[in-house]
Each structure stands twice: as structure tokens, then as C-alpha cells.
């Protein structure tokens, strides 16, 4: 019985610091226009695309508008630079936690100076719409941004820490959730269209749930099961996503493929213009450098959640191996083909399933479904599943624990 009501202190604490969250997006910044704002960027695409993951902050410039983006942005460029920077492989790599906290320290330094350049930004770009713009308002707003987005970050730690989940991906699954009731309010359906949006939401849910969960699993044994010619067991085998990258391939790629219809606005010349105006949406080009994007950043987060090498150092360090696959080099050369064809098929089916929206939206005009684009719904199914998963592996190990006190 202890073990479900400290499950249930978890779950009050996390929804309250999520609830106190989502309150400040509401508290706007002081000395702007507010409606005229949001009249005017209520078509811009990036903004739109940012507001997934802010809650609709930005377009309301509450003290809260950056979210957790900045800390987003900080937590990629270093596991980046794990990549790059020796020191800070070796930090991850041999130091354990020690590390890990010096790790964190590091990205939490980069989301400060991340969020100040964000909130300049802001501060530049809603000029148009501020009453008395001058350097004491530039001031006060950097200020309060970035003060915004320390409290969003210290706030995502204590769900981690304290809470039930990853308090980064549950900010952002509270966003998400908290657009859609605007979306189906803002759509006329009749009972036709509202069944067909269910079901055609179901499949699209049905393929994400495809996507996050399918692994292919390589077969391991020890030397000890060698040794006494026992058969492999069907529990010992590596576990290889078919998505690796997570929700983050495509994410990337919807923010890049924002960026033709700035330069398309920014350029005077007519050839230029043409040319980048084969890119936007509806146009033959946009599918080909989407599905190439997608593809491009697959490959580049699959090289930074999973190294091969790493895998095959440890697998020889456990006196353990892939049957048939000679341990060492072959076992690293073996797991990076699998790693790669894995990499591609999943760059496809999220190419797929990304494209779908797009395309059903020639033949229906279901306001609700593009709201909720396949980035979102990927964060909310990813999101879901992990949850459900640690509130499952804390009801195990609390039960294990009762049993052997």
C-alpha cells in the first residue's frame, strides 16, 4: 500500500508543477500590443511550429513564451560536442555521475546564454508592436524571458528529480495536449467528418506507435553457454529501435523546411526567388528535400544515442558475442550494417507517416488533423510510452522491495 501512495504523491507533485507551468504562459509581458500581435503572426509557420512546444507562448509573449526550447536546444548541442570535445566524452563515459552533474552543469550554462540570444530576438522582432520601444524595454524584456525560461528549465528538473517522468518531454506533452481542444473548437465538423477524423487519427496513431516501438533484436551468447553447448536464450539479445533518432529527425527537419519561405520573402532577385520557391510547400521540391532532411538528421542522432563500437568494447568485455559474428571489429562492423538498414527504414516510415497529413489534406479538409502534425504526435506517443513504463518499473521494484524487507 505504501508503494501506491508514494506513487500518487509522484503523480499530485508532477501535475502540480506541470499546472504552475502552464499559468505563467498566460502572464503576458508587459508594453506590448497583444492582440495586434497576435493577429499578424497567426500565419507564420515558424511560429506556429515553435508554439508546439512552448504552448502557444510565443504568440502571446507571456513570461514563459521560450519554454523549454532553450534547454532543448542546450541539451543537443552538447550531447553534439560529447561527440567532438574529448573531454566531454570522457566526462560521460568515465566519470558516472560525477560527470553526469558536470555534464548537466555545462548545458544548463549554455541554456542561459541560449535563452538570452532567443529573448533578444524577441525583443528585436516585436518591435512593430510595442507601445514605447527603447532600451529599457529590450532590457526588461530579455530579462523576463530568460528569467522565464530558468524557471521552465529548474521546473522540468524537479519532475525529473522528484516527479514521475522526464519533465523536459512531459513540458512539452502538456503543450501539445493543450492546442488540440483549440484546433477541434476552431473546426466545423459534422458527425461524418468527426468520425472520420477519429479513425484516420487512430491509424496515424496506430504507424507512430509502430515507429517507436519496433526494434530488431540481435541475438547474444556467453562463453560460459558456448562452452557447455547450450542453445542461445531467447531473453539475451540487443535491442536495436527501428527509430533510434526518436522524435528529434523529424523535428529538425519541420524547422528547416521553414526556412525557404523566409529566404523566398528576404530575396529581391527573380531567378532566385524561383528557384527557392521550388522548395516551399506545394511546390515539386518540398517532398524531396523533406524526405532528404529527414534522412540526413536519422543518421545523425542515430550516431549519437547508439556507437557500435561501444557496444562490441562491451559485448568483449562480458565474454559475450553475436553467433556467427567474430567478437571485436567484426561484431562493430556487423552492428554498424544493421544500424544503417534499421536507420534507413526508419527514415522512411517517418517520411511516410509524415507526409500523410499533407496528402489527405488534397482530398479532406479536417482543420483538427493538421493541427496535430506527426511531430506532435510522435512527442505525445513517445512521451505516453516511457511514462507508462516508469510508473510500471516503480510498481515492480517497490512491490520487489516490500517482498524482501
Known sequence: MNSYNTLTTKIIYTLLILTLARLGIFIPVPGVDHETFIHNVSQNTLINFLNTFSGGGLSTIGIFALGIVPYINASIIVQLL??????????????????????????????????????????????????????????????????GSIIIMWLSELITEYGLGNGASLLIFQNIVSGIPKNINNSAMDLKEIFLFLFLFLVMLSLTVI??????????????????????????????????GGVMPIVFASAFMTIPNYIE?????????????????????????????????????TSIVLNPDDVAENLKKMGASIPNVRPGKNTSKYLYTILNRLTLLGSFFLFFVAVVPSILSYFIKLQPLQGLGITSLLILVGVAIDTAKQIQTYIISEKYNNMIQ
Not at 112 to 118: P, R, V
Not at 121 to 133: C, G, H
Request: charged share 20%; with cysteine.
Open 82 to 147: 560529447i561527440k567532438i570535445v574529448p573531454d566531454l566524452e570522457r566526462l560521460q563515459k568515465e566519470e558516472g555521475e560525477s560527470g553526469r552533474q558536470k555534464i548537466m552543469q555545462v548545458t544548463r550554462y549554455l541554456t542561459f546564454i541560449w535563452a538570452i540570444a532567443q529573448s533578444t530576438a524577441i525583443s528585436l522582432w516585436i518591435k512593430p508592436y510595442v507601445f514605447d520601444w527603447n532600451i529599457q524595454f529590450i532590457f526588461d524584456c530579455i530579462v523576463t524571458l530568460t528569467t
Open 265 to 301: 520573402t528576404a530575396v529581391n532577385n527573380v531567378k532566385l526567388k524561383y528557384l527557392i520557391n521550388l522548395f516551399t510547400p506545394n511546390n515539386p521540391l518540398h517532398l524531396v528535400l523533406y524526405c532528404i532532411l529527414i534522412l540526413i538528421f536519422s543518421y545523425l542522432y
Open 211 to 244: 515507429i517507436q516501438e519496433g526494434t530488431k533484436k540481435i541475438k547474444i551468447i556467453s562463453a560460459k553457454q558456448l562452452s557447455k553447448n547450450q542453445q542461445i536464450s531467447p531473453k539475451s539479445y540487443i535491442p536495436l529501435k527501428i527509430n533510434q
